[in-house]
T-cell receptor
């Protein structure tokens, strides 16, 4: 049973525009959420996180929004750059983290 | 700062053979994780260590998988005997004390034929 879902397997965005990656979770007890970025043949790299006491966290071009009532989080990348092309995983949990299946982002120059 | 080191990077074995993976976490990181990532899926936690004690191994297929963490530092994950469905990337990750974010190694890609 998938506790974390990323319903869009892929996303294409023009360079300079906004990329929005979405993630839904089922367990209301989850209190910490993370986004990872993965390039081919490499392990996931931590990108940004948010705790359940916040609804927004920003780090440069990356912003994560959390809607606890909807059990939904999203990652906004603006402006998108070709180097952002990668697979993005969201993870949710607390003591243990559950990962989504990933969204492959392609930023077109 | 050196990252999480894993070896080997790639391994091809026949079904019913055994295989072992090695992980050296970031220095000072008390928590170590082994994840299995099957193609097209997200990483799935197999086992979590805190120092050299097991915190969670609820998703580890204990009839064929085993893991240990020597002296709270390096860790090995073993599969014996391997099945075709064990073909996956095995990722090791570690977290610092009090930290939540896991830092991943490059992974070992296992192919069982």
């Amino acid at each position: 049973d998938q506790q974390v879902k990323q319903n869009s397997p892929s996303l294409s965005v023009q360079e300079g525009r906004i990329s929005i990656l979405n993630c839904d979770y089922t367990n209301s007890m989850f209190d910490y959420f993370l986004w990872y970025k993965k390039y081919p043949a490499e392990g996931p790299t931590f990108l940004i996180s948010i705790s359940s006491i916040k609804d927004k966290n920003e780090d440069g071009r990356f912003t994560v929004f959390l809607n606890k009532s909807a059990k939904h989080l999203s990652l906004h990348i603006v402006p998108s750059q070709p180097g952002d092309s990668a697979v993005y995983f969201c993870a949710a949990g607390g003591n243990q983290f559950y990962f989504g299946t990933g969204t492959s982002l392609t930023v077109i120059p | 700062e050196a990252g999480v080191a894993q070896s080997p990077r790639y391994k091809i074995i026949e079904k019913r053979q055994s295989v072992a993976f090695w992980c050296n976490p970031i220095s000072g990181h008390a928590t170590l994780y082994w994840y299995q990532q099957i193609l097209g899926q997200g990483p799935k936690l197999l086992i979590q260590f805190q120092n050299n004690g097991v915190v969670d191994d609820s998703q580890l297929p204990k009839d064929r998988f085993s893991a240990e963490r020597l002296k709270g530092v390096d860790s090995t994950l073993k599969i014996q005997p391997a099945k075709l469905e064990d073909s996956a990337v095995y990722l090791c990750a570690s977290s610092p004390p009090g930290g939540t974010e896991a830092f991943f190694g490059q992974g070992t890609r296992l192919t069982v034929v």
